[in-house]
T-cell receptor, first 114, second 113 residues
């Protein structure tokens, strides 16, 4: 089946710095990819929809200037957490796939801001 | 409002036993329903996907059912193994919202010796 590769799996950064998370579709072209955030023992929460070649669509309450999304190619979407703070510490997951078929998730990135 | 509710919230069973997880949804219009397994600290992995016309679908020891009339689904795990310990998430897609998925809160399953 299709594979979505997410990198890094874990990252620790200092407060105030920026962190970039990459999400690659390895064997399919993803015109749309999704970024989620997950708190412990909670379900995935959609942050934004990443569209290749155009601006991302952010969910209500998600700061687009804080969570920068770039989808410059059909196989790569990136999420940059800018000026990270401890409250940004979370598990971030991307997904890609066709709307009415499988949604393939990346392995997730555990971000810890100290 | 589209919602997906799962029960039980958590479950502990002995290795080798069977179990059934429930999912009720109010997502409309309905496109498909998916069950995912999520290990701690990992991304969800697809188990099954069912459309409106499908009543049951199996993937090894996992069997999912769907009743589109009552808007209920179940995931049955047969002969559980320790490696089945994970969160199981029910996800429903609506045709009205295209690519957006509505996630259930998940059932945390622990299989013990």
């Amino acid at each position: 089946g299709a594979v979505v590769s997410q990198h890094p799996s874990r990252v620790i950064c200092k407060s105030g710095t920026s962190v970039k998370i990459e999400c690659r579709s390895l064997d399919f072209q993803a015109t749309t990819m999704f970024w989620y955030r997950q708190f412990p023992k909670k379900s995935l929460m959609l942050m934004a929809t990443s569209n290749e070649g155009s601006k991302a669509t952010y969910e209500q309450g998600v700061e687009k200037d804080k969570f920068l999304i770039n989808h410059a190619s059909l196989t790569l979407s990136t999420l940059t957490v800018t000026s990270a703070h401890p409250e940004d510490s979370s598990f971030y997951i991307c997904s890609g796939g066709q709307p009415n078929t499988e949604a393939f998730f990346g392995q997730g990135t555990r971000l810890t801001v100290v | 409002k589209n919602q997906v509710e799962q029960s039980p919230q958590s479950l502990i069973i002995l290795e080798g036993k069977n179990c059934t997880l429930q999912c009720n949804y109010t997502v409309s219009p309905f496109s498909n329903l998916r069950w995912y397994k999520q290990d701690t600290g990992r991304g969800p992995v697809s188990l099954t996907i069912m459309t409106f016309s499908e009543n049951t679908k199996s993937n090894g020891r996992y069997t999912a059912t769907l009743d589109a009339d009552t808007k209920q689904s179940s995931l049955h795990i047969t002969a559980s193994q320790l490696s089945d310990s994970a969160s199981y998430i029910c996800v429903v897609t609506s045709t009205g919202t295209a690519s957006k998925l509505t996630f259930g809160t998940g059932t945390r399953l622990q299989v013990t010796l």
